[in-house]
T-cell receptor, first 116, second 112 residues
Framework: NAGVTQTPKFRVLKTGQSMTLLCAQDMNHEYMYWYRQDPGMGLRLIHYSVGEGTTAKGEVPDGYNVSRLKKQNFLLGLESAAPSQTSVYFC???????????????FGDGTRLSIL | AQSVTQLGSHVSVSEGALVLLRCNYSSSVPPYLFWYVQYPNQGLQLLLKYTSAATLVKGINGFEAEFKKSETSFHLTKPSAHMSDAAEYFCAVSDSGNQFYFGTGTSLTVIP
C-alpha cells in the first residue's frame, strides 16, 4: 500500500524556470492538499481540492497553480520559480466522513525544492 | 479563522523522563485536534486525534493528549521518553471546514 507518493523527491531549479510536482494517492481520498514547510513556520497551505475537478486557494497561493484532473492525482505547478519558493513541499490527502475536517491527513514524504 | 500555538520550539528531556509538549488553539466552534510526528526527511505521521469523543485521547507509541475546553489546550504527554521519540511534533486544528491549521512545531530532543 503506497499511500501518498510525491514525485520528484529532490529538485534544483534556476530562477524563472517552471516545473510541476506530482502527488498521487491510492486510498480513494476525496480531499487533497499542498503545503510548504519552512523552518520555524510549520506547514502552510498552498492550495487544496475537495474533489476531482475542483481546487481552492489556501494561505499562501501566490506563484503556484494546481490541477486535479483525476481523483488520485493532485499537481502543483510553479510557472516562474523564485528563490522565495525554496522549501519542502508536502502533499496530503484525507477522507470525508460526515463532514470535513474530522479525519486525519495522510502525508507524502515531501519534495525538497531549491531555487537558485 | 483557526490558529494553533505551540509553546516552546525546542524541548529537551532525559531518557525516561516525562514528555510534555504544549498546544493551545483558537476556534469559534468545537474543533477537531490532531498531533503529528515528523522524523527527519519524512512526512508527517498521525499520533492521535480528538474528535469530540473522550477528552483523554490515547495515541501510538505511548503518547496521549487531553482536550481541555476551558483552557483551549490539547497538550501532548508521554510518561517516559525513549530515544526513538526524538522528532518534530506538530499540533493541528480543524473545524468543520476544509482546512487544517498547523502549529509551528516543537523539536523534541531526548538526552541519554
Amino acid at each position: 500500500n503506497a499511500g501518498v507518493t510525491q514525485t520528484p523527491k529532490f529538485r534544483v531549479l534556476k530562477t524563472g524556470q517552471s516545473m510541476t510536482l506530482l502527488c498521487a494517492q491510492d486510498m480513494n481520498h476525496e480531499y487533497m492538499y499542498w503545503y510548504r514547510q519552512d523552518p520555524g513556520m510549520g506547514l502552510r497551505l498552498i492550495h487544496y481540492s475537495v474533489g476531482e475537478g475542483t481546487t481552492a486557494k489556501g494561505e499562501v497561493p501566490d506563484g503556484y497553480n494546481v490541477s486535479r484532473l483525476k481523483k488520485q492525482n493532485f499537481l502543483l505547478g510553479l510557472e516562474s520559480a523564485a528563490p522565495s519558493q525554496t522549501s519542502v513541499y508536502f502533499c496530503a490527502s484525507s477522507y470525508v466522513v460526515g463532514g470535513a475536517g474530522n479525519q486525519p491527513q495522510h502525508f507524502g514524504d515531501g519534495t525538497r525544492l531549491s531555487i537558485l | 479563522a483557526q490558529s494553533v500555538t505551540q509553546l516552546g520550539s525546542h524541548v529537551s528531556v532525559s531518557e525516561g523522563a516525562l514528555v510534555l509538549l504544549r498546544c493551545n488553539y483558537s476556534s469559534s466552534v468545537p474543533p477537531y485536534l490532531f498531533w503529528y510526528v515528523q522524523y527527519p526527511n519524512q512526512g508527517l505521521q498521525l499520533l492521535l486525534k480528538y474528535t469530540s469523543a473522550a477528552t483523554l485521547v490515547k495515541g501510538i507509541n505511548g503518547f496521549e493528549a487531553e482536550f481541555k475546553k476551558s483552557e483551549t489546550s490539547f497538550h501532548l504527554t508521554k510518561p517516559s521518553a525513549h530515544m526513538s521519540d526524538a522528532a518534530e511534533y506538530f499540533c493541528a486544528v480543524s473545524d468543520s471546514g476544509n482546512q487544517f491549521y498547523f502549529g509551528t512545531g516543537t523539536s523534541l530532543t531526548v538526552i541519554p
